[in-house]
């Protein structure tokens, strides 16, 4: 499976950007997706995540309410809308696939994803 993810880009305080990671093969509706973001001197963290299903999702408290993610299974594709941007979301944005198979299970750390796509930078200016 490889993954690439796009969207990032420059944006000023409140702005929006959109995320995109499309991954090939036939096996993504298998996978849980996690959007991770790491900024310079910071460890990697997760910022959301979403089942093999789309069922179920989890939402960092520093995004939840501003961040918003789904998936297309048909498209192979997951996006992270973020709205009301904030400086310190400044970051390297990395999607990332766990293998979920029926389950809800929802990743939480960067141990064990099983697949990571480049990041993408999203700079929000003050």
């Known amino acids: 499976v490889q993954l690439q993810a796009s969207g990032g880009g420059l944006v000023q305080a409140g702005g929006s950007l959109r995320l995109s990671c499309a991954a090939s093969?036939?096996?993504?509706?298998?996978?849980?997706v996690g959007w991770f973001r790491q900024a310079p001197g910071k460890e990697r963290e997760i910022v959301v995540a979403i089942s093999a299903s789309g069922r179920s999702t989890y939402y960092a408290s520093s995004v939840k309410g501003r961040f918003t993610t789904s998936r297309d299974n048909a498209k192979n594709t997951v996006y992270l809308q973020m709205n009301s941007l904030k400086p310190e979301d400044t970051a390297v944005y990395y999607c990332?696939?766990?293998?979920?198979?029926?389950?809800?299970?929802?990743?939480?750390?960067?141990?064990?994803?099983?697949?990571w796509g480049k990041g993408t930078l999203v700079t929000v200016s003050s």
């Open positions: 093969g036939r096996t993504f509706s298998s996978y849980a």
């Open positions: 990332a696939l766990r293998y979920g198979g029926r389950t809800e299970t929802l990743p939480s750390v960067p141990g064990g994803m099983d697949y």
